[in-house]
């Protein structure tokens, strides 16, 4: 079973559109749970990190449900830069990170 | 904003030739950590790197593979007798503590013919 699976999509959305993602992780001693974006033949940059509670950057909302070991994250008012792929990454004990596949998103003019 | 810095930026060998990657973590960062990327793959955990040592290996870091810090700022990525398949994009991340969010270089393209 893999550690970390995402939807690979492809995602193909209008300009100003809602979309989310969603990532399950295997390992129920996860610690720390982070979204990267990856443009195509880049290194990964940190999007944000996932909180317990929920957290909000601007149009990113990110959310983690532990009991169910699942990740989301929702992207309002979807812009022509959001177009990327967008990485479920997963911190177990240690200092050990695990990547998902990656969802590619594309917004559309 | 400081910075993860790795060279080359795209390295061709020949197959069986030895390479070596190199990455200079940003300063005050304590865990160093190598991936890799096949085109068109997911990003792959190799090693990371914490006290003068190896805390975790993949198993796709076997002995084909081994990784340093000579002068405490370099850390480097070597991998004997090259094989083909290990071609790909090869990413050096730091972190001030284990769980905190990588910031990666913009990798290596090692190509190897």
């Known amino acids: 079973r893999k550690e970390v699976e995402q939807d690979p999509g492809p995602f193909n959305v209008p300009e100003g559109a809602t979309v989310a993602f969603n990532c399950t992780y295997s390992?129920?001693?996860?610690?720390?749970f982070f979204w990267y974006r990856q443009d195509c033949r880049k290194e990964p940059k940190l999007l944000m990190s996932?909180?317990?509670s929920g957290n909000e950057d601007g149009r990113f909302t990110a959310q983690l449900n532990r009991a169910s070991q699942y990740i989301s994250l929702l992207i309002r008012d979807s812009k022509l830069s959001d177009s990327a792929t967008y990485l479920c990454?997963?911190?177990?004990?240690?200092?050990?990170?695990?990547f998902g596949t990656g969802t590619s998103l594309t917004v559309i003019p | 904003e400081p910075e993860v810095t790795q060279t080359p930026s795209h390295q061709v060998t020949q197959m069986g030739q030895e390479v070596i990657l190199r990455c200079v973590p940003i300063?005050?960062?304590?865990?160093f950590y190598w991936y890799r990327q096949i085109l068109g793959q997911k990003v792959e955990f190799l090693v990371s790197?914490?006290?003068?040592?190896?805390?975790?290996k993949s198993e796709i870091f076997d002995d084909q593979f081994s990784v340093e810090r000579p002068d405490g700022s370099n850390f480097t990525l070597k991998i004997r007798s090259t094989k083909l398949e290990d071609s790909a994009m090869y990413f050096c991340?730091?972190?001030?503590?284990?769980?905190?969010?990588?910031?990666f270089g913009d990798g290596t393209r090692l190509s190897i013919l």
């Open positions: 991340a730091s972190t001030a503590t284990g769980a905190q969010p990588q910031h």
């Open positions: 390992n129920s001693a996860s610690q720390s």
């Open positions: 996932v909180y317990s």
């Open positions: 990454v997963v911190n177990v004990a240690g200092n050990q990170f695990y």
């Open positions: 300063s005050n960062h304590l865990y």
């Open positions: 790197f914490y006290n003068n040592e190896i805390s975790e």
